[in-house]
């Protein structure tokens, strides 16, 4: 099967910065898009960024200039910057992955997959 696995979260002050990571990993063929996304306590979960195959990133308005995407296709890894950080970043976030992978030497499943979710804290 598919796992994501997410590392880097933690507790940080206010205008500090975090990194965080995620890696794909299982019987995968192909990983289009990854992106990032959060869940605030009793808010709908958001997006925040995501990065193509080939490096074009989007982000939401949220945390432009402040957070950067990036990715290693070679290690089937999506990285989230987190600069000048704010307690309204204060979330569980989470990596996503459009990707393929085999089931079985003849099935080949395609979907969207999350990971496990990273708590961040930022303290005044």
């Known amino acids: 099967q598919v796992q994501l696995v997410e590392s880097g979260g933690g507790l940080v002050q206010a205008g500090g910065s975090l990194r965080l990571s995620c890696t794909a990993s299982?019987?995968?063929?192909?990983?289009?898009?990854m992106g990032w996304y959060r869940q605030a306590p009793g808010k709908e979960r958001e997006f925040v960024a995501s990065i193509s195959t080939s490096g074009t990133a989007n982000y939401a308005d949220s945390v432009k200039g402040r957070f950067t995407i990036s990715r290693d296709n070679a290690k089937s890894t999506v990285y989230l910057q987190m600069n000048t950080l704010t307690p309204e970043d204060t979330a569980v976030y989470y990596c996503?992955?459009?990707?393929?992978?085999?089931?079985?030497?003849?099935?080949?499943?395609?979907?969207?997959?999350w990971g496990q979710g990273t708590q961040v804290t930022v303290s005044l």
């Open positions: 996503a992955a459009d990707l393929g992978y085999y089931s079985d030497p003849e099935n080949a499943i395609l979907g969207d997959y």
């Open positions: 299982g019987n995968i063929f192909s990983i289009d898009d």
